[in-house]
Protein backbone atom coordinates (compact mmCIF):
# COMPACT_ATOMS: atom_id res chain seq x y z
CA UNK A 1 0.00 0.00 0.00
CA UNK A 2 1.22 3.41 -0.80
CA UNK A 3 2.11 6.40 1.56
CA UNK A 4 3.83 9.86 1.16
CA UNK A 5 6.42 11.08 3.16
CA UNK A 6 6.65 15.10 3.23
CA UNK A 7 9.14 17.19 4.30
CA UNK A 8 7.89 20.52 5.35
CA UNK A 9 8.11 23.91 4.86
CA UNK A 10 9.04 24.66 1.15
CA UNK A 11 7.92 27.45 -0.42
CA UNK A 12 5.52 26.92 -3.63
CA UNK A 13 6.21 28.35 -6.98
CA UNK A 14 5.77 28.08 -10.02
CA UNK A 15 3.18 26.83 -12.96
CA UNK A 16 0.75 23.76 -12.64
CA UNK A 17 -1.52 22.95 -15.02
CA UNK A 18 -5.06 21.49 -13.62
CA UNK A 19 -6.47 18.29 -14.85
CA UNK A 20 -9.73 17.62 -16.34
CA UNK A 21 -12.78 17.17 -14.30
CA UNK A 22 -13.38 13.57 -13.06
CA UNK A 23 -16.79 14.54 -11.75
CA UNK A 24 -17.72 16.03 -15.49
CA UNK A 25 -15.81 12.63 -17.17
CA UNK A 26 -17.94 10.60 -15.53
CA UNK A 27 -21.41 10.69 -16.27
CA UNK A 28 -20.33 11.95 -19.67
CA UNK A 29 -18.82 8.52 -19.96
CA UNK A 30 -21.91 6.75 -18.90
CA UNK A 31 -24.34 8.86 -21.14
CA UNK A 32 -22.70 7.05 -24.02
CA UNK A 33 -24.99 4.24 -23.23
CA UNK A 34 -27.94 6.10 -24.77
CA UNK A 35 -26.80 5.53 -28.56
CA UNK A 36 -24.42 3.65 -30.44
CA UNK A 37 -21.46 4.41 -32.30
CA UNK A 38 -18.06 6.11 -31.82
CA UNK A 39 -17.02 8.95 -29.18
CA UNK A 40 -14.07 10.77 -28.14
CA UNK A 41 -13.33 12.86 -25.37
CA UNK A 42 -9.83 14.96 -24.70
CA UNK A 43 -8.70 16.14 -21.68
CA UNK A 44 -9.65 13.17 -19.59
CA UNK A 45 -7.72 13.10 -16.18
CA UNK A 46 -5.95 10.07 -15.63
CA UNK A 47 -7.38 9.15 -12.72
CA UNK A 48 -8.52 5.38 -10.61
CA UNK A 49 -11.62 6.49 -10.81
CA UNK A 50 -11.91 7.05 -14.69
CA UNK A 51 -9.86 3.80 -14.85
CA UNK A 52 -12.91 2.23 -12.90
CA UNK A 53 -15.48 3.19 -14.94
CA UNK A 54 -13.12 2.37 -17.88
CA UNK A 55 -13.73 -1.29 -16.89
CA UNK A 56 -17.30 -1.27 -15.73
CA UNK A 57 -18.16 -0.42 -19.34
CA UNK A 58 -15.87 -2.95 -20.57
CA UNK A 59 -17.74 -5.69 -18.86
CA UNK A 60 -21.00 -4.18 -20.33
CA UNK A 61 -19.81 -4.64 -23.84
CA UNK A 62 -18.75 -1.02 -25.08
CA UNK A 63 -14.88 -0.96 -26.17
CA UNK A 64 -12.49 1.65 -25.14
CA UNK A 65 -9.16 3.27 -25.72
CA UNK A 66 -7.70 5.21 -23.14
CA UNK A 67 -4.74 7.01 -23.35
CA UNK A 68 -2.38 10.83 -23.34
CA UNK A 69 -5.58 11.87 -21.63
CA UNK A 70 -8.12 11.20 -24.74
CA UNK A 71 -10.56 8.32 -24.53
CA UNK A 72 -12.28 6.50 -27.05
CA UNK A 73 -15.60 4.55 -26.33
CA UNK A 74 -17.37 2.21 -29.30
CA UNK A 75 -20.76 1.66 -28.24
CA UNK A 76 -22.24 -1.62 -30.27
CA UNK A 77 -25.95 -1.58 -30.59
CA UNK A 78 -26.47 -4.41 -27.99
CA UNK A 79 -24.74 -4.94 -24.83
CA UNK A 80 -24.87 -6.01 -21.44
CA UNK A 81 -27.33 -4.48 -19.18
CA UNK A 82 -25.49 -5.35 -16.03
CA UNK A 83 -23.45 -3.65 -13.86
CA UNK A 84 -22.02 -5.86 -11.14
CA UNK A 85 -21.18 -5.50 -7.66
CA UNK A 86 -17.57 -5.87 -8.08
CA UNK A 87 -17.12 -2.85 -9.78
CA UNK A 88 -20.25 -0.54 -8.92
CA UNK A 89 -19.21 -1.36 -5.06
CA UNK A 90 -16.37 0.60 -4.99
CA UNK A 91 -17.46 3.91 -6.90
CA UNK A 92 -20.50 5.57 -6.15
CA UNK A 93 -20.85 7.32 -9.81
CA UNK A 94 -20.76 4.01 -11.44
CA UNK A 95 -24.50 4.26 -10.50
CA UNK A 96 -25.05 6.95 -13.09
CA UNK A 97 -25.19 3.69 -15.86
CA UNK A 98 -28.63 2.70 -14.55
CA UNK A 99 -30.65 5.76 -16.20
CA UNK A 100 -28.96 5.78 -19.71
CA UNK A 101 -29.78 1.53 -19.19
CA UNK A 102 -33.06 1.47 -18.54
CA UNK A 103 -34.19 4.24 -20.68
CA UNK A 104 -32.54 2.88 -23.92
CA UNK A 105 -33.58 -1.03 -23.11
CA UNK A 106 -35.99 -0.90 -20.70
CA UNK A 107 -34.31 -2.75 -18.52
CA UNK A 108 -31.17 -2.39 -15.82
CA UNK A 109 -29.68 -4.64 -13.43
CA UNK A 110 -27.39 -2.23 -11.48
CA UNK A 111 -25.47 -2.97 -8.05
CA UNK A 112 -26.30 -0.48 -5.20
CA UNK A 113 -23.04 1.43 -4.68
CA UNK A 114 -20.65 1.06 -2.04
CA UNK A 115 -21.48 1.73 1.40
CA UNK A 116 -25.16 2.81 0.49
CA UNK A 117 -27.89 1.36 2.70
CA UNK A 118 -31.55 1.17 1.29
CA UNK A 119 -33.54 4.09 2.64
CA UNK A 120 -32.71 7.11 3.80
CA UNK A 121 -29.36 7.54 1.07
CA UNK A 122 -29.43 9.76 -1.88
CA UNK A 123 -30.11 7.17 -4.10
CA UNK A 124 -33.29 7.08 -3.19
CA UNK A 125 -34.00 10.53 -5.51
CA UNK A 126 -32.71 8.60 -8.24
CA UNK A 127 -34.92 5.66 -7.86
CA UNK A 128 -38.24 7.60 -6.87
CA UNK A 129 -37.73 10.01 -9.73
CA UNK A 130 -37.21 7.08 -12.02
CA UNK A 131 -40.31 5.43 -10.83
CA UNK A 132 -42.53 8.60 -11.65
CA UNK A 133 -41.50 8.04 -14.95
CA UNK A 134 -43.08 4.68 -15.58
CA UNK A 135 -39.84 2.71 -14.33
CA UNK A 136 -40.98 -0.08 -11.83
CA UNK A 137 -38.15 -1.53 -9.83
CA UNK A 138 -37.24 -3.89 -6.77
CA UNK A 139 -34.11 -4.30 -4.86
CA UNK A 140 -32.97 -7.98 -5.23
CA UNK A 141 -29.81 -8.99 -3.50
CA UNK A 142 -28.31 -5.97 -3.48
CA UNK A 143 -28.47 -5.10 -6.58
CA UNK A 144 -31.63 -2.86 -8.10
CA UNK A 145 -33.90 -4.26 -10.87
CA UNK A 146 -35.25 -2.05 -13.05
CA UNK A 147 -37.81 -2.67 -15.52
CA UNK A 148 -40.19 -0.47 -18.12
CA UNK A 149 -41.85 -0.69 -21.47
CA UNK A 150 -41.78 2.90 -22.10
CA UNK A 151 -40.46 5.31 -20.14
CA UNK A 152 -42.88 8.69 -19.84
CA UNK A 153 -42.09 12.11 -18.91
CA UNK A 154 -42.78 13.75 -15.35
CA UNK A 155 -42.75 16.47 -12.93
CA UNK A 156 -39.98 15.95 -10.52
CA UNK A 157 -38.79 17.79 -7.60
CA UNK A 158 -35.90 17.13 -5.68
CA UNK A 159 -35.87 17.85 -1.68
CA UNK A 160 -32.33 19.03 -1.48
CA UNK A 161 -30.15 19.19 -5.15
CA UNK A 162 -28.73 16.19 -6.03
CA UNK A 163 -25.77 15.83 -8.44
CA UNK A 164 -25.75 12.14 -9.24
CA UNK A 165 -30.00 12.03 -9.36
CA UNK A 166 -29.84 15.17 -11.53
CA UNK A 167 -28.03 13.40 -13.98
CA UNK A 168 -29.30 10.08 -13.64
CA UNK A 169 -32.90 11.33 -14.09
CA UNK A 170 -31.47 13.84 -17.14
CA UNK A 171 -30.04 11.05 -19.27
CA UNK A 172 -33.11 9.06 -18.76
CA UNK A 173 -35.33 11.58 -19.22
CA UNK A 174 -33.40 12.40 -22.87
CA UNK A 175 -34.86 9.31 -24.56
CA UNK A 176 -38.60 9.56 -22.84
CA UNK A 177 -42.14 10.17 -24.32
CA UNK A 178 -43.40 13.52 -23.31
CA UNK A 179 -41.68 16.11 -21.61
CA UNK A 180 -40.05 15.78 -18.18
CA UNK A 181 -39.49 18.39 -15.51
CA UNK A 182 -36.82 18.16 -13.11
CA UNK A 183 -37.33 20.71 -9.98
CA UNK A 184 -34.49 22.34 -7.65
CA UNK A 185 -31.88 20.68 -10.18
CA UNK A 186 -28.31 20.65 -9.32
CA UNK A 187 -26.45 23.51 -11.21
CA UNK A 188 -22.98 22.26 -10.95
CA UNK A 189 -21.16 22.69 -14.05
CA UNK A 190 -20.34 19.13 -14.37
CA UNK A 191 -24.00 18.78 -14.50
CA UNK A 192 -24.04 21.92 -16.99
CA UNK A 193 -21.60 20.05 -19.18
CA UNK A 194 -23.63 16.55 -19.30
CA UNK A 195 -26.70 18.69 -20.38
CA UNK A 196 -24.29 20.33 -23.19
CA UNK A 197 -23.32 17.42 -24.06
CA UNK A 198 -26.30 15.42 -24.64
CA UNK A 199 -27.96 18.45 -26.87
CA UNK A 200 -24.67 18.09 -28.45
CA UNK A 201 -26.25 14.29 -28.88
CA UNK A 202 -29.34 16.06 -30.23
CA UNK A 203 -31.43 16.05 -27.15
CA UNK A 204 -33.51 18.73 -26.27
CA UNK A 205 -33.03 20.54 -23.00
CA UNK A 206 -33.31 23.66 -21.69
CA UNK A 207 -33.24 25.36 -18.60
CA UNK A 208 -29.30 24.36 -18.43
CA UNK A 209 -27.35 25.66 -15.08
CA UNK A 210 -30.61 26.88 -13.29
CA UNK A 211 -32.60 24.94 -10.69
CA UNK A 212 -35.63 23.87 -13.63
CA UNK A 213 -34.26 21.57 -16.17
CA UNK A 214 -37.07 21.22 -18.89
CA UNK A 215 -36.30 17.99 -21.63
CA UNK A 216 -38.21 17.10 -24.03
CA UNK A 217 -37.79 13.39 -25.22
CA UNK A 218 -36.77 12.85 -28.78
CA UNK A 219 -36.26 9.03 -30.21
CA UNK A 220 -32.70 8.48 -30.97
CA UNK A 221 -30.07 10.08 -30.13
CA UNK A 222 -26.16 10.24 -32.25
CA UNK A 223 -22.58 10.30 -30.95
CA UNK A 224 -20.83 12.68 -30.58
CA UNK A 225 -17.16 14.26 -28.82
CA UNK A 226 -16.23 16.92 -26.39
CA UNK A 227 -13.11 17.74 -24.38
CA UNK A 228 -13.83 17.73 -20.39
CA UNK A 229 -13.93 20.90 -18.10
CA UNK A 230 -11.36 21.59 -15.86
CA UNK A 231 -11.67 20.60 -12.45
CA UNK A 232 -12.50 23.09 -9.87
CA UNK A 233 -11.73 21.24 -6.90
CA UNK A 234 -8.12 20.51 -8.17
CA UNK A 235 -7.55 24.08 -8.36
CA UNK A 236 -9.27 24.87 -5.59
CA UNK A 237 -6.59 22.58 -3.66
CA UNK A 238 -3.83 24.10 -5.40
CA UNK A 239 -5.10 27.29 -4.57
CA UNK A 240 -5.13 26.78 -0.94
CA UNK A 241 -1.66 25.00 -1.22
CA UNK A 242 -0.33 28.47 -2.65
CA UNK A 243 -2.18 30.66 -0.08
CA UNK A 244 -0.68 28.18 3.03
CA UNK A 245 2.67 28.07 1.76
CA UNK A 246 3.46 31.81 1.23
CA UNK A 247 4.08 30.67 -2.49
CA UNK A 248 3.39 32.28 -5.22
CA UNK A 249 1.72 30.04 -7.92
CA UNK A 250 0.13 29.88 -11.69
CA UNK A 251 -2.84 27.78 -12.49
CA UNK A 252 -3.15 26.88 -15.97
CA UNK A 253 -6.41 25.44 -17.65
CA UNK A 254 -9.04 26.30 -15.51
CA UNK A 255 -12.50 28.01 -15.89
CA UNK A 256 -12.83 31.03 -13.53
CA UNK A 257 -16.38 31.12 -13.48
CA UNK A 258 -16.55 28.24 -11.90
CA UNK A 259 -14.08 29.20 -9.16
CA UNK A 260 -16.09 32.44 -7.75
CA UNK A 261 -17.15 30.81 -4.70
CA UNK A 262 -13.54 29.97 -3.75
CA UNK A 263 -11.40 33.35 -5.13
CA UNK A 264 -14.22 34.98 -3.13
CA UNK A 265 -13.11 33.40 0.17
CA UNK A 266 -9.25 33.82 -1.00
CA UNK A 267 -9.90 37.39 -1.79
CA UNK A 268 -9.87 37.99 2.09
CA UNK A 269 -6.86 36.54 2.84
CA UNK A 270 -3.64 38.23 2.67
CA UNK A 271 -2.83 36.95 -1.06
CA UNK A 272 -2.92 38.68 -4.31
CA UNK A 273 -4.78 37.26 -7.09
CA UNK A 274 -4.34 37.75 -10.52
CA UNK A 275 -7.16 36.13 -13.20
CA UNK A 276 -7.06 36.07 -17.19
CA UNK A 277 -8.45 34.27 -19.37
CA UNK A 278 -7.69 30.45 -18.43
CA UNK A 279 -4.97 31.19 -15.17
CA UNK A 280 -5.09 32.04 -11.82
CA UNK A 281 -1.85 33.44 -10.57
CA UNK A 282 -2.13 33.87 -6.50
CA UNK A 283 0.69 35.00 -4.39
CA UNK A 284 0.51 34.87 -0.35
CA UNK A 285 2.01 37.35 2.28
CA UNK A 286 1.54 34.47 4.85
CA UNK A 287 -0.48 36.69 7.05
CA UNK A 288 -3.45 34.62 7.10
CA UNK A 289 -7.02 35.61 8.62
CA UNK A 290 -9.09 33.49 10.45
CA UNK A 291 -12.06 33.27 7.64
CA UNK A 292 -15.52 31.51 8.43
CA UNK A 293 -16.76 29.45 5.62
CA UNK A 294 -20.30 27.64 5.31
CA UNK A 295 -20.47 25.38 2.48
CA UNK A 296 -23.82 25.09 0.13
CA UNK A 297 -24.56 23.61 -3.06
CA UNK A 298 -23.11 25.65 -6.19
CA UNK A 299 -22.73 27.84 -6.79
CA UNK A 300 -22.12 28.35 -3.56
CA UNK A 301 -18.99 26.64 -1.33
CA UNK A 302 -18.46 23.52 -2.55
CA UNK A 303 -18.24 21.05 0.11
CA UNK A 304 -15.49 19.24 -1.73
CA UNK A 305 -13.39 22.24 -0.54
CA UNK A 306 -14.26 22.17 3.26
CA UNK A 307 -11.36 20.02 4.46
CA UNK A 308 -8.31 21.95 2.43
CA UNK A 309 -10.20 24.58 4.21
CA UNK A 310 -9.93 23.63 7.24
CA UNK A 311 -6.46 22.87 6.58
CA UNK A 312 -5.84 26.37 6.09
CA UNK A 313 -7.22 27.46 9.10
CA UNK A 314 -5.07 25.56 11.10
CA UNK A 315 -2.53 28.41 10.90
CA UNK A 316 -4.40 31.19 10.58
CA UNK A 317 -4.40 34.31 13.01
CA UNK A 318 -7.02 33.67 14.93
CA UNK A 319 -10.67 31.48 15.35
CA UNK A 320 -12.68 30.21 12.11
CA UNK A 321 -15.44 28.32 11.83
CA UNK A 322 -16.34 25.92 8.85
CA UNK A 323 -19.73 24.40 8.65
CA UNK A 324 -20.55 21.90 6.20
CA UNK A 325 -24.91 22.08 4.96
CA UNK A 326 -24.26 18.81 2.54
CA UNK A 327 -22.58 16.31 3.99
CA UNK A 328 -23.01 16.65 7.95
CA UNK A 329 -20.60 14.16 9.36
CA UNK A 330 -17.40 14.60 7.02
CA UNK A 331 -15.01 15.80 9.39
CA UNK A 332 -12.68 12.51 9.63
CA UNK A 333 -9.74 14.29 9.21
CA UNK A 334 -10.13 16.60 11.72
CA UNK A 335 -8.82 14.30 14.36
CA UNK A 336 -5.62 13.32 11.91
CA UNK A 337 -5.04 17.17 12.02
CA UNK A 338 -4.98 17.39 15.23
CA UNK A 339 -2.66 15.11 15.65
CA UNK A 340 -0.08 17.53 13.72
CA UNK A 341 -0.92 19.69 16.22
CA UNK A 342 -3.78 21.24 14.96
CA UNK A 343 -6.91 22.73 17.71
CA UNK A 344 -9.87 21.66 16.08
CA UNK A 345 -13.36 21.12 17.28
CA UNK A 346 -16.05 19.74 15.99
CA UNK A 347 -19.89 20.63 16.91
CA UNK A 348 -22.30 18.85 14.90
CA UNK A 349 -21.96 20.05 11.38
CA UNK A 350 -19.37 22.54 12.36
CA UNK A 351 -15.44 22.68 12.91
CA UNK A 352 -13.86 25.47 14.99
CA UNK A 353 -10.47 26.15 14.14
CA UNK A 354 -8.35 28.05 16.64
CA UNK A 355 -5.10 29.20 14.60
CA UNK A 356 -1.22 27.46 15.82
CA UNK A 357 1.85 29.19 15.08
CA UNK A 358 2.65 26.05 13.45
CA UNK A 359 2.38 22.21 12.64
CA UNK A 360 4.51 19.42 13.23
CA UNK A 361 5.02 16.71 11.61
CA UNK A 362 3.40 13.31 12.38
CA UNK A 363 2.01 9.72 10.87
CA UNK A 364 -1.28 10.05 9.66
CA UNK A 365 -4.18 8.30 7.64
CA UNK A 366 -6.49 9.47 5.05
CA UNK A 367 -10.13 8.15 5.45
CA UNK A 368 -11.45 9.67 2.00
CA UNK A 369 -10.41 11.39 -1.10
CA UNK A 370 -10.68 15.24 -0.39
CA UNK A 371 -9.42 14.15 3.44
CA UNK A 372 -6.50 12.42 1.80
CA UNK A 373 -5.76 16.41 0.26
CA UNK A 374 -5.86 18.22 3.40
CA UNK A 375 -3.65 15.89 5.02
CA UNK A 376 -1.04 16.70 2.61
CA UNK A 377 -1.47 20.39 2.77
CA UNK A 378 -0.82 20.24 5.89
CA UNK A 379 2.04 18.62 5.23
CA UNK A 380 3.38 21.03 3.52
CA UNK A 381 3.76 23.38 6.18
CA UNK A 382 4.29 21.08 8.89
CA UNK A 383 7.49 21.04 10.68
CA UNK A 384 9.63 17.94 9.92
CA UNK A 385 8.58 14.89 7.73
CA UNK A 386 5.01 13.87 7.87
CA UNK A 387 3.98 10.30 6.64
CA UNK A 388 0.35 10.06 5.21
CA UNK A 389 -0.85 6.76 4.52
CA UNK A 390 -3.57 5.17 2.67
CA UNK A 391 -3.34 7.73 -0.09
CA UNK A 392 -4.90 5.25 -2.81
CA UNK A 393 -7.69 7.82 -1.71
CA UNK A 394 -6.12 10.64 -3.33
CA UNK A 395 -5.54 8.78 -6.57
CA UNK A 396 -9.46 8.39 -7.09
CA UNK A 397 -9.62 12.27 -7.84
CA UNK A 398 -6.09 14.17 -8.18
CA UNK A 399 -3.83 13.39 -10.84
CA UNK A 400 -0.38 12.94 -10.07
CA UNK A 401 -0.16 15.10 -6.76
CA UNK A 402 3.41 14.46 -5.70
CA UNK A 403 4.53 15.26 -8.66
CA UNK A 404 2.84 18.47 -9.61
CA UNK A 405 3.46 19.95 -6.06
CA UNK A 406 7.24 18.58 -6.21
CA UNK A 407 7.48 20.74 -9.31
CA UNK A 408 6.61 24.23 -7.60
CA UNK A 409 8.95 22.96 -5.21
CA UNK A 410 7.64 20.50 -2.54
CA UNK A 411 8.97 17.59 -1.23
CA UNK A 412 6.75 14.47 -1.41
CA UNK A 413 7.78 10.71 -1.87
CA UNK A 414 5.56 8.04 -3.00
CA UNK A 415 6.73 4.91 -1.00
CA UNK A 416 5.18 1.69 -2.11
CA UNK A 417 5.07 -1.28 1.02
CA UNK A 418 4.80 -4.21 -0.86
Given at each position: ???????G?????????????????????????????????????????????????????????????????????????V???????????????L?????????????????????????????????????????????????????H????????????????????????????????????P????L??????MG????????????????????????????????????L????????????????????????????L??V????????????????????N?????Y????????????????????????????????????A????????????????????????????????????????I?????A??????L?????????????????????????L???
Amino acid sequence: MDRFLINGGKLLTGTVRISGSKNASLPLMASTLLAPGNYFFENVPDLRDIKTMIRLLQTIGLELNFANHKLNINVPEKYSLVASYDLVRTMRASFYVLGPLVSRNGYAKVSLPGGCAWGPRPVNYHLEGLKKMGVTYEIDQGYVVAKCKKMHGAEITFDVPSVGATGNIMMAAVLAEGDTIIENAAMEPEIQQLALFLTMMGAKIQGIGTKTIRIEGVSDLKPTNISIIPDRIEAGTFLVAAAMTNGRVVLQNVDLTHLTAIINKLNLLDVKIVCSDNSIEIQSEGKNNPINVTTDVYPGFPTDMQAQWISLMTTANGTSTIKDTIYHDRFTHVAELNRLGALIEVEGNTAIVCGVKKLKGATVMSTDLRASASLILAGLIAEGQTEVLRIYHIDRGYENIEEKLNSLGADIQRLSDK
